[in-house]
Every structure is written in structure tokens, then in C-alpha cells.
């Protein structure tokens, strides 16, 4: 399967979910299978023709240079953050929040990063145009929780590490959805974590999964569809079965 490119992420969320295989008897092996592996001749992270990709990079990175933050933390590479978006746009489309979560009908869904954003312009060129749910998606940054009372969706940066219980607690019983890319932030109680898959031999980048914590989810009031919850690397808690949860 070829790896899930930026673009590809935010045009098609159904492929984007659909990482390494939605069936569930296939999410024991995603580690190890080859998902989203590039062609011999294409950078990693990207499953278009060769040319066009470095043309397609190219331009995206002058984009993402021009306005990634000051103050950012480590920034993803331009590759790395469509995907990541791609998968933020998609989760969005696979979630029912309740009717108390938006004003109106015609009110927009609003994601918001929290901290020092590694997405630089990616995420904005990602949603721009796009419709989640029947609404048009807008994203919205800030350094405070409380200035992002009206998102539906929030990406927590590692920035806010010193800070992660106040803003969980805050969030707490509200019906946001959050997502990370920590183990620590995850097994406090964020709902979605990316995973950075690498090959075992290489130890190279060679996919990006996510994982979802539903228990925290259904706290809040939130249900996930299934086919993305089937898409993910790793659904918590596990069954007896499979383990204890993180």
C-alpha cells in the first residue's frame, strides 16, 4: 500500500483511516506490515510519482517555512504534518459529538491547537475549503485553553506539558475531542495519539498510525464510528484478552 501523502490525507479521509487496513484482524500486524510504504524512487511519507512529489514538497515547504510560529516546538516535517492533519480532518468526519456541541445548524467546527504548533500553515491548508459533518472546518490557535471554548477538536502540543492536568481538567466533561502526539499526554487522558510507525530494520519513518482512548471519549460524550475505530494502530482499553490499557 502506498504511503498516505499529505494530500491524499485531507481529499480522502476514508483512505486516510483506512491506514495499513481497516479490518480488525489485521491491527495486530500494522506494526510490521509494510503500510504505506513509498516507491523506491519517493521520498518517505509520500506515495506519489517521484517528480511530482519533490515539485509538490517544494512548494508546500516554501508555504509552511513562511508561517510556522516563532516560538514553535520542533516542527514536523511538511510531509509528516499533512498526514497528521489529514488524520485531524478525518477524525472529525468519524465523530458524533452531541446537539449541545455547536450553537446552531450552521455553525462552523472549529479545531484548535493548543501551545506551540507543528503544523505550521499545513493544517490551515489542509481544511481550507473543506466540510466535516455538514459544516465548513475552521482551525484556531492559542496559548490558552480558555480561548478555545468554542473548538470541537483540539490538538494539544508538547509545549503544554507542565500544564496537560489543568487543561484536561478544564476540558474535562466538555465535549472536545484531543489529540496529541505523546505517550505521557495520552495515558493522562487525551483521546488520540499519532504514532510514528518505523521500519525494524531501518529504523526509518515508514508510516503514521494513531491510536484512540475511548474510554476517555465516552466521558465526554463523544461516540466514534466504527471504521475509524478499526483503522486504528491500537483501540483502549483493550479486551481482557488483548491486555491492560495504557
Known amino acids: 500500500m502506498a504511503l498516505l501523502s499529505p494530500h491524499s490525507a485531507g481529499e480522502n479521509v476514508e483512505d486516510a483511516l483506512a491506514v495499513g487496513g481497516a479490518r480488525p484482524s489485521d491491527r495486530r500486524n500494522v506494526g510490521e506490515a509494510a503500510a504505506f510504504q513509498p516507491p523506491s524512487s519517493c521520498p518517505a511519507f509520500c506515495g506519489v510519482n517521484a517528480g511530482l512529489c519533490a515539485l509538490w514538497l517544494t512548494l508546500l515547504a516554501w508555504a509552511w517555512l513562511g508561517a510556522a510560529p516563532v516560538h514553535a516546538q520542533p516542527a514536523y516535517s511538511v510531509t509528516e504534518a499533512g498526514v497528521k492533519a489529514g488524520y485531524l480532518l478525518g477524525f472529525t468526519r468519524y465523530t458524533d459529538w452531541p446537539t449541545n456541541a455547536f450553537t446552531n445548524a450552521a455553525a462552523p467546527l472549529v479545531i484548535g491547537v493548543l501551545g506551540d504548533d507543528p503544523f505550521g500553515a499545513t493544517l490551515d491548508q489542509t481544511v481550507l475549503k473543506k466540510i466535516s459533518q455538514g459544516r465548513p472546518v475552521f482551525v484556531r490557535r492559542a496559548r490558552e485553553v480558555a480561548a478555545l471554548e468554542e473548538c470541537h477538536a483540539i490538538f494539544i502540543c508538547r509545549s503544554e506539558q507542565a500544564r496537560l492536568p489543568a487543561i484536561l481538567a478544564a476540558l474535562r466533561d466538555r465535549p472536545v475531542l484531543t489529540a496529541c502526539d505523546t505517550d505521557a499526554f495520552f495515558e493522562q487522558g487525551v483521546m488520540f495519539k499519532f ?52
Open 195 to 246: 504514532t510514528v510507525v518505523l521500519n525494524p530494520e531501518t529504523k526509518v519513518k515508514e508510516s503514521v498510525r494513531f491510536e484512540v482512548r475511548r474510554d476517555v471519549a465516552a466521558q465526554a460524550g463523544l461516540k466514534f464510528d466504527s471504521r475509524m475505530l478499526d483503522a486504528a494502530l491500537q483501540v483502549w482499553p483493550k479486551r481482557e484478552k488483548e491486555g491492560k490499557r495504557p
